[in-house]
């Protein structure tokens, strides 16, 4: 019976509409490209001679200074890895309690979770260079100010991201402790705690292993650490110091990366 | 049914429920006006289709889920009534078992069972994980009741379905309750797991003297287990009697149609 058969079905994965909105989506990404670039005003003159410029850099660069390790590298190398470990710390102390209050289902008051997520923000906008120049402003030049700006640019960052893992945690636990009477407190060490923990060091160890690279930048503004060395030795246009400093930040990421893929592995 | 009971003091009732509503959504009542009374003892089964308010009704008796309007006296005290700490203690004394068991996944056995005492103690006690000797001696003599002896140190997701489910009656009756609640205990598990968990909870029930109040979708589990049986239809109590009083003309009341019946 085909004149019967009822008209085929089609099927579309978008609608009228929503191609519509993909369209304007699409055309305002290429505009953005274009305007973009235009703003940024390449000088070309600059851009032809960049692999020139570049290979007498290096040139410069060469042999690395190793010898001025012990006397202008390693205090401060040590002095950013404190200035790290001990900002990460700190942000975390502050972090925790922001971190519970952002997340919406162990705190289901809008008004708190969006203060939370308010001073998180503000923490997150700031970049740690910036903070850096304030505290520095506000202590004086030194590590106390590299580690409170690591540790105040880190609220945000673990606070974030503590709070969505608590997020993510199956409530089923959670009803089943509720339902035998325990407290908030019992709660939270009980059925959130044990949900988010592998999550929890993993955002730690992160946060670490970037905090050990944004701090090696502090002393540039005058927060401490290996930045100190190299902002001399870029002012005085040592080039084989510079060198050096970048060596050792090199091997120093590494070292950090191979450590936290271990310590991650044992936890989780 | 039970006008009688409803208007005596209830010194003898566990547990009395009167004009319990609940809606969600403003003016779509799930559970519309459910009066129920409990005796001290025996297993009562709530059947019904998906969506008739079984589990809603489960979860207002221990408040998991707020009741709009309704009393809940449990052993004489109205627990919709309550608030904070007296909700906690009121939680205390009614144990619930979760169909998907609810256990703490990374916590071993032993932590998962002693969670039932958190209502018990103080919040330091609890982050240090101090607790009584005597509830730690409970929770072996429990596990050795659910026959899970050698498993007190295992992690609860290195559990099989069947041994989390008596886990998570273990916890329940680590709570020493006066009223177990099993939400749909066996819809996860294998038949012949199921029949071993409703005898669990029978025992139990017997053994402690307490009354126990399963959901469940097991028509057969529930005649064959069940002192009583609670028949729900959209939000209303349609059956409620024997377990040898629930016929086909019973069943068909409860959830519609009869091609399904056999």
């Given at each position: 019976m085909p004149e019967a058969r009822p008209e085929a079905r089609q099927w579309r994965r978008f609608g009228a509409g929503e191609q519509l909105v993909r369209f304007a989506v699409y055309l305002l990404l290429v505009a953005t490209v274009v305007a973009a670039g235009r703003s940024v005003e390449i000088i070309p003159e600059f851009l032809y001679d960049a692999p020139e410029q570049m290979q007498d850099l290096l040139v410069r660069m060469?042999?690395?200074?190793?010898?001025h390790y012990p006397k202008g590298v390693h205090a401060g190398l040590m002095e950013t890895l404190q200035i790290a470990t001990l900002g990460t710390l700190l942000a975390l102390v502050l972090a925790v309690p922001f971190g519970l209050l952002a997340a919406r289902n162990l705190t289901p008051l809008p008004p708190v979770n969006f203060f939370a997520r308010l001073v998180l923000v503000a923490s997150r906008s700031v970049n740690s260079l910036v903070w850096a120049l304030l505290f520095v402003a506000v202590f004086g030049p030194g590590a106390l100010a590299g580690m409170l700006a690591i540790a105040f640019r880190s609220i945000g960052f673990l606070g974030k991201l503590i709070g969505e893992a608590i997020e993510e945690t199956a409530k089923g636990p959670v009803e089943a402790l509720t339902a035998a009477g325990a407290g908030t407190g019992a709660l939270i060490w009980y059925a959130y705690w044990p949900q988010i923990r592998p999550a929890f060091w993993s955002i730690v160890l992160l946060r670490w292993d970037i905090n050990v690279r944004e701090s090696a930048v502090l002393g540039l503004v005058g927060a401490g650490g290996i930045g100190m060395a190299l902002d001399t030795a870029l002012n005085l246009f040592q080039w084989e110091r510079v060198a050096m400093v970048l060596v050792a930040i090199f091997v120093v990421v590494i070292i950090a990366e191979l450590a936290v893929t271990q310590v991650r592995k044992r936890i989780l | 049914m039970n006008t009688a009971a409803d208007t005596q003091?209830?010194?003898?009732?566990a547990l009395v429920i009167r004009k319990l509503f609940k809606a969600y959504v403003a003016g779509?009542?799930?559970?519309?006006g459910i009066d129920l009374t409990f005796g001290g003892t025996g297993l009562t089964a709530i059947i019904g289709a998906?969506?008739?308010g079984k589990s809603t009704l489960l979860r207002c008796i221990n408040r998991l889920v707020e009741p709009t309007s309704g009393e809940i006296l449990l052993e004489g005290e109205d627990i919709v009534r309550l608030g904070g700490e007296q909700l906690r203690a009121a939680r205390r004394r009614i144990g619930m078992v979760f169909q998907e068991y609810n256990?703490?996944?990374?916590?071993t056995v032993m932590e998962n069972l002693l969670t039932g005492r958190l209502g018990t103690i103080g919040p330091l006690d609890a982050w240090l994980r101090r607790f009584p000797p005597a509830d730690i001696e409970h929770a072996f003599a429990l596990l050795d009741t659910v026959g899970l002896a050698n498993f007190a140190n295992q992690r609860a997701d290195s559990l099989s379905g069947g041994q989390r489910q008596r886990v998570g009656i273990a916890r329940a009756l680590m709570q020493e309750p006066r009223l177990l609640l099993a939400d749909e205990?066996?819809?996860?598990?294998d038949p012949k797991t199921s029949v071993e968990i409703m005898e669990l909870l029978r025992e139990q029930g017997r053994a402690n003297n307490i009354p126990v109040i399963v959901n469940m979708h097991d028509v057969e589990l529930a005649r064959r287990f069940a002192d009583r049986v609670i028949g729900m239809r959209n939000g209303e109590v349609a059956f409620d009697g024997a377990a040898t009083a629930l016929d086909d003309g019973m069943l068909r009341s409860i959830y519609g149609g009869e091609g399904w019946l056999q």
């Open positions: 060469w042999p690395v200074d190793f010898a | 003091p209830t010194t003898q009732a779509q009542p799930v559970l519309k998906s969506g008739t256990l703490v996944e990374r916590l205990p066996t819809s996860s598990l």
